[in-house]
């Protein structure tokens, strides 16, 4: 099996992670509409906020970062999407509290996510 050129896999990342957090925004607003309660809602709205985002920085961290800032902003916003957008939705699902304990790690993964990319960029300018 031939291994795929970075930027394959990269973009291939990129459109994953927008398709879902469209297809996860519609199925809360349409599949999900009156069977979850105001909170549950509200997790759900929150967790598709900052997949779709996030899913937003993955491209630009895919289209500008370079070195291995780039490649780890990269994984570090795939990874927030996952940890933090998945930990909300499964609470909204009704996943047990305790899966709220991830839910910081996926944050913590998007901030190193923005500090690599900001790092990545800045060797670009100099």
């Known amino acids: 099996m031939m291994r795929q050129p970075v930027h394959a896999r990269a973009g291939l990342l990129v459109g994953l992670a ?3 957090a469209v297809l996860l925004g519609a199925f809360g607003a349409h599949a999900l509409r009156g069977v979850l309660d105001m909170h549950s809602r509200e997790l759900w ?3 598709v906020n900052y ?3 996030h899913a937003l ?3 630009l961290a895919a289209g500008l970062g370079r070195g291995r800032s780039g490649r780890f902003a990269m994984a570090a916003f795939a ?3 996952v940890l933090f957008s998945g930990s909300l939705y499964a609470l909204a699902l009704g996943a047990p509290r305790w899966t709220g304990i991830i839910t910081p790690i996926g944050g913590l993964a998007f901030i190193a996510g923005w500090i690599a990319l900001g790092l990545s960029l800045r060797s670009r300018v100099d």
Do not use: D
Request: proline share 0%.
């Open 18 to 20: 927008g398709a879902s």
């Open 51 to 53: 997949h779709v985002w």
């Open 79 to 81: 990874i927030g999407i």
């Open 45 to 47: 709205q929150t967790a």
């Open 57 to 59: 920085a993955l491209a």
